[in-house]
C-alpha cells in the first residue's frame, strides 16, 4: 500500500512562492498523464534537491510511468525525499524496506521510516508501525503501543486501523477486552465497506457481545460482506436462512449462499451443502452431489463427512458413486 498524495497547487505557492512554478508545470503533465513532459520538469528540480521532485521522481519509477520500471531507482529518489523530511516518501521508502523490494529485505529499516513518517500524522504510516509492533516486526512485539498507533490511524478514518483496533478490543489483546469498544471500531469500518469489518459486526450482532442481540442486523452486515466474497459471511448467511434467523427462513437462499462458500473451499459449508443435496432441501434430492462435496470435505480428514458418505453409498448404485467420485476429483483438482 502506497500512501502517494497528489499535491496542489496552492499548497505549493502558499509554501514555497512562485520559485516552484517548474514544479507545478510538472504536475500538471503528470496529473493529465504526459509522463515524459513531466519528466522533463522533475528530473532538474529533483536532481537540485526539490523533495516533492524527487517524490514524484520516484514514484514514476516504481510504477514505471514515463521512465523504465525500477523499484532501486524509485528507492534512491525516496530517501532523497525523505531525509528532507518528506513524509509520504518516508512511508513510501519504509514499504520498500518492508517488501524487500529494490532494497534488501529490512524490518528494523521500515519501523525506522515509518515511525517517521507517523509522527508528522501520516494515517498510513501509523498503521503500518502498528502493524510492526503488533507483529513483533523489526521491533520488540508490544501490543500496547501497537494499539496506540492503531488509534492514531483510526481516528483519522483509516479503515485498516479501525479493524485493527476492533479486533484487538474483540480479543483483549494490547487492551481489556470490550465488545462494545470492539463494536464501535468495527462499525466504523464496516460502514466504510470493509468486508471483514462488517462479517465481524455482524458476528457481535448474532451473539448479542457488546451490542444488542438483533439476528436482523446480523444477517445485514453477514449479507454485506457475502456480497464481497467473505465467505465466512456467506456461510453464516446460510445458516440465519437455514435456521429463519433474522431473514425469512428460505432453503434455496441457504443453499446459494452454502454454495458460494463452499466453492472457496470452506468445509462446514461443504458439509452442509452435502446434507441439502442428500435431503433434498432448497435443491432437487441429489446423492450423487450429496456424495461429491462429503467426498471433498472427507478428502480433509473429516470424520463426520466420512460417515455421511458411508451412510449414503449404501443406497446408490456403483455407476453413481463413481460419477460423483469423479465430481470430487475434478473439484479437487481445479481448487
Same mark, same amino acid.
Do not use: C
Given at each position: +500500500?502506497?500512501?502517494?498524495?497528489? %499535491?496542489?497547487?496552492?499548497?505549493?505557492?502558499?509554501?514555497?512562492?512562485?520559485?516552484?512554478?517548474?514544479?507545478?508545470?510538472?504536475?500538471?503533465?503528470?496529473?493529465?498523464?504526459?509522463?515524459? $513532459?513531466?519528466?522533463?520538469?522533475?528530473?532538474?528540480?529533483?536532481?537540485?534537491?526539490?523533495?516533492?521532485?524527487?517524490?514524484?521522481?520516484? $514514484?514514476?519509477?516504481?510504477?514505471?510511468?514515463?521512465?523504465?520500471?525500477?523499484?532501486?531507482?524509485?528507492?534512491?529518489?525516496?530517501? &532523497?525525499?525523505?531525509?528532507?523530511?518528506?513524509?509520504?516518501?518516508?512511508?513510501?521508502?519504509?514499504?520498500? *524496506?518492508?517488501?524487500?523490494?529494490?532494497?534488501?529485505?529490512?524490518?528494523?529499516?521500515?519501523?525506522?521510516?515509518?515511525?517517521?513518517?507517523?509522527?508528522?500524522?501520516? @494515517?498510513?504510516?501509523?498503521?503500518?508501525?502498528?502493524?510492526?509492533?503488533?507483529?513483533?516486526?523489526?521491533?520488540?512485539?508490544?501490543?500496547?503501543?501497537?494499539?496506540? !498507533?492503531?488509534?492514531?490511524?483510526?481516528?483519522?478514518?483509516?479503515?485498516?486501523?479501525?479493524?485493527?483496533?476492533?479486533?484487538?478490543?474483540?480479543?483483549?489483546?494490547?487492551?481489556?477486552?470490550?465488545?462494545?469498544?470492539? =463494536?464501535? !471500531?468495527?462499525?466504523?469500518?464496516?460502514?466504510?465497506?470493509?468486508?471483514? =469489518?462488517?462479517?465481524?459486526?455482524?458476528?457481535? *450482532? @448474532?451473539?448479542?457481545?457488546?451490542?444488542?442481540?438483533?439476528?436482523? #442486523? @446480523?444477517?445485514?452486515?453477514?449479507?454485506?460482506?457475502?456480497?464481497?466474497?467473505?465467505?465466512?459471511?456467506?456461510?453464516?448467511?446460510? %445458516? $440465519?436462512?437455514?435456521?429463519?434467523?433474522?431473514?425469512?427462513?428460505?432453503?434455496?437462499?441457504?443453499?446459494? !449462499?452454502?454454495?458460494?462458500?463452499?466453492?472457496?473451499?470452506? =468445509?462446514?459449508?461443504?458439509?452442509?451443502?452435502?446434507? +441439502? *443435496?442428500?435431503?433434498? &432441501?432448497?435443491?432437487?434430492?441429489?446423492? /450423487?452431489?450429496?456424495?461429491?462435496?462429503?467426498? /471433498?470435505?472427507?478428502?480433509?480428514?473429516?470424520?463426520? =463427512? %466420512?460417515?455421511?458418505?458411508?451412510?449414503?453409498?449404501?443406497? &446408490?448404485?456403483?455407476?453413481? %458413486?463413481?460419477?460423483?467420485? #469423479?465430481?470430487?476429483?475434478?473439484?479437487?483438482?481445479?481448487?
Amino acid at each position: +500500500m502506497h500512501a502517494f498524495r497528489k %499535491i496542489t497547487l496552492i499548497v505549493v505557492l502558499l509554501a514555497f512562492g512562485q520559485a516552484w512554478g517548474g514544479f507545478y508545470e510538472g504536475f500538471e503533465h503528470y496529473d493529465q498523464g504526459n509522463y515524459e $513532459l513531466a519528466l522533463q520538469e522533475f528530473r532538474p528540480l529533483a536532481e537540485e534537491g526539490n523533495a516533492f521532485a524527487q517524490l514524484y521522481l520516484g $514514484l514514476m519509477y516504481e510504477t514505471g510511468q514515463g521512465v523504465p520500471q525500477d523499484d532501486r531507482e524509485a528507492v534512491k529518489w525516496w530517501r &532523497m525525499s525523505a531525509e528532507q523530511g518528506s513524509a509520504v516518501a518516508q512511508f513510501n521508502l519504509a514499504g520498500m *524496506y518492508a517488501r524487500g523490494e529494490g532494497v534488501p529485505h529490512d524490518d528494523s529499516e521500515a519501523v525506522k521510516w515509518y515511525r517517521l513518517a507517523a509522527m508528522t500524522g501520516l @494515517a498510513d504510516a501509523q498503521y503500518s508501525l502498528g502493524n510492526l509492533y503488533a507483529k513483533g516486526l523489526g521491533i520488540e512485539q508490544n501490543l500496547k503501543v501497537a494499539v496506540y !498507533w492503531y488509534r492514531k490511524a483510526a481516528e483519522q478514518g483509516d479503515v485498516q486501523a479501525q479493524l485493527s483496533l476492533g479486533i484487538l478490543y474483540d480479543e483483549g489483546r494490547g487492551v481489556a477486552r470490550d465488545y462494545s469498544a470492539a =463494536a464501535n !471500531w468495527y462499525k466504523l469500518a464496516a460502514e466504510q465497506g470493509d468486508p471483514r =469489518a462488517q462479517y465481524n459486526l455482524g458476528s457481535l *450482532y @448474532a451473539s448479542g457481545q457488546g451490542v444488542e442481540k438483533d439476528d436482523v #442486523q @446480523a444477517a445485514n452486515w453477514y449479507r454485506r460482506a457475502a456480497d464481497q466474497g467473505d465467505v465466512l459471511a456467506q456461510y453464516n448467511l446460510g %445458516i $440465519l436462512f437455514d435456521a429463519g434467523r433474522g431473514v425469512p427462513q428460505d432453503d434455496r437462499q441457504a443453499v446459494e !449462499w452454502y454454495r458460494r462458500a463452499a466453492e472457496q473451499g470452506f =468445509a462446514d459449508a461443504q458439509y452442509n451443502l452435502a446434507i +441439502m *443435496y442428500h435431503e433434498g &432441501m432448497g435443491v432437487p434430492q441429489d446423492d /450423487i452431489e450429496a456424495y461429491k462435496w462429503f467426498s /471433498i470435505v472427507a478428502a480433509g480428514g473429516n470424520t463426520e =463427512a %466420512i460417515s455421511g458418505r458411508s451412510t449414503i453409498a449404501r443406497t &446408490m448404485s456403483a455407476t453413481q %458413486i463413481a460419477e460423483a467420485q #469423479q465430481l470430487a476429483s475434478e473439484w479437487l483438482r481445479r481448487h
